[in-house]
C-alpha cells in the first residue's frame, strides 16, 4: 500500500500559482534586498525560443511538483508481517478408565457422567489457550498419544470430545501417563513445559510408579499440575431408601499432591463442574495465556525517488538555459 506520511504537504504545490497571480508591489524607495522568485526565473527565459521556453516551464513545474511529493514523506508500506510469540508446550492428561462414567457430575442441571463434565469444561480451557501448543493423552489401563503438540487447537477439543470411556482399559495407569508426557516435551526445545493431569482414582496398573514418573518430570523441567475429580457425596436409591455414599474413595490425593509438589506444580479438588471450571480459571492465571499475535507492516521510504528526480530536472534546466 503507499501512502504520505505529511499528506498536508501537497497543498503547497499551488504555491507558485498564488505567488505568479499576485499583483505586482511598486518598487519602494527604499533601498532593499530582493530575493527574485518565479518573476525572476521567467524574465530570465526572454532569451529563449518560445518552444525552448514552454518546455523549460514545463521542467521547472514539474521540478517543483516532484520537490513537493517527496517533502510529503511517500512510504511503501508492505504485508502485515506476524511477529513471534511466545506460548507454552501444555500437554493434557484424561482419565478415561471405567470409573469415569460415575454419574456424580451435573451439567445445567443434569446429571451425566465425570468424563463428559471433563469434555465440557476443559474444551472451554483449550479453545483459551491460543498461542500454547496442546497435546492430548489419554489413559486408562494404559496410556495413549491420542494428538501431538499442536497449534491446532480445534483438532484437539475434538479428539477429546470423541474419546470414550474404558477406550484406553478399565485400570488406571498414571504413571505411565506421566512418563508418555516427559517423552513427548523431551523432543521439545521449550522451557515452558506443563502437564496438566486429571484422574478421579488411583494407580492400579502401568509400568512406572506414579512418584517415580513424577521425578522425570522434575528433572526434565515439567511442572505438573494434579486434578482429582469426583463428588464427596451422592445419594442412590436403594430398595432401604436414599442412601448416601461417597464415590471418591478410590481417590489418591496424596499421591496427586505428592506429584505436584515434586514438580512444582499445584494439586486442585473438583468437586462438580463450578469447581473444575474455577481450576481451569486459574491455571490460566498460573500459566498466563501468550500474548496476542502481534503485526507489523515493514514500511520503505520513497522520498528520495521524487527527490532526486526533481534535482535532476532542475538542473537540466539551469543548463538548457546556458
Known amino acids: 500500500m503507499f501512502e504520505f506520511e505529511w499528506v498536508w504537504v501537497l497543498t503547497l504545490a499551488v504555491l507558485p500559482l498564488f505567488v505568479w497571480l499576485m499583483p505586482k508591489v511598486r518598487q519602494s524607495s527604499v533601498m532593499a534586498v530582493r530575493v527574485p522568485f518565479f518573476s525572476g526565473f521567467w524574465n530570465s527565459l526572454s532569451g529563449v525560443s518560445a518552444q525552448n521556453k514552454w518546455w523549460l516551464k514545463l521542467l521547472a513545474i514539474l521540478s517543483w511538483l516532484l ?6 514523506k511517500p512510504v511503501w508500506i508492505g504485508d502485515a508481517v506476524s511477529l513471534p510469540v511466545e506460548g507454552r508446550d501444555l500437554m493434557m492428561a484424561v482419565d478415561v478408565s471405567g470409573s469415569m462414567q460415575e454419574t456424580d457430575m451435573k451439567i445445567n442441571g443434569k446429571e451425566v457422567d465425570r468424563l463428559t463434565m471433563v469434555k465440557h469444561v476443559a474444551g472451554d480451557f ?17 496410556a495413549y498419544l491420542q494428538t501431538p503438540l499442536s497449534f491446532d487447537l480445534k483438532t484437539v477439543n475434538t479428539l477429546l470430545s470423541e474419546s470414550m470411556i474404558g477406550i484406553a482399559g478399565k485400570a488406571t495407569a498414571i504413571g505411565d501417563a506421566i512418563g508418555l508426557a516427559v517423552k513427548r516435551v523431551l523432543a521439545t526445545t521449550d522451557n515452558n513445559r506443563i502437564l496438566i493431569l486429571l484422574t478421579d482414582g488411583q494407580n492400579t496398573a502401568g509400568e512406572i510408579h506414579p512418584l517415580k514418573a513424577a521425578e522425570l518430570a522434575a528433572q526434565e523441567g515439567l511442572k505438573i499440575y494434579t486434578i482429582g475429580i469426583g463428588a464427596d457425596e451422592v445419594y442412590r436409591q436403594t430398595i432401604f431408601g436414599n442412601r448416601r455414599i461417597n464415590p471418591s474413595l478410590d481417590l489418591d490425593e496424596a499421591t496427586l499432591r505428592k506429584i505436584a509438589n515434586q514438580t512444582g506444580g499445584q494439586y486442585f479438588r473438583a468437586r462438580n463442574t463450578k469447581e ?29 525517488w521524487p527527490l532526486g528526480l526533481s534535482m535532476l530536472i532542475l538542473l537540466t534546466v539551469l543548463r538548457l538555459k546556458v
Open 67 to 72: 520537490f513537493i511529493v517527496a517533502a510529503a
Open 126 to 142: 483449550i479453545e483459551r489457550r491460543k498461542g500454547d501448543r496442546i497435546g492430548l493423552i489419554l489413559f486408562g489401563q494404559q
Open 276 to 304: 473444575l471450571d474455577k481450576i481451569y480459571a486459574m491455571l490460566d492465571e498460573l500459566e498466563p495465556l501468550a500474548k496476542e499475535e502481534q503485526f507489523y507492516r515493514p514500511t520503505e521510504q520513497l522520498f528520495f
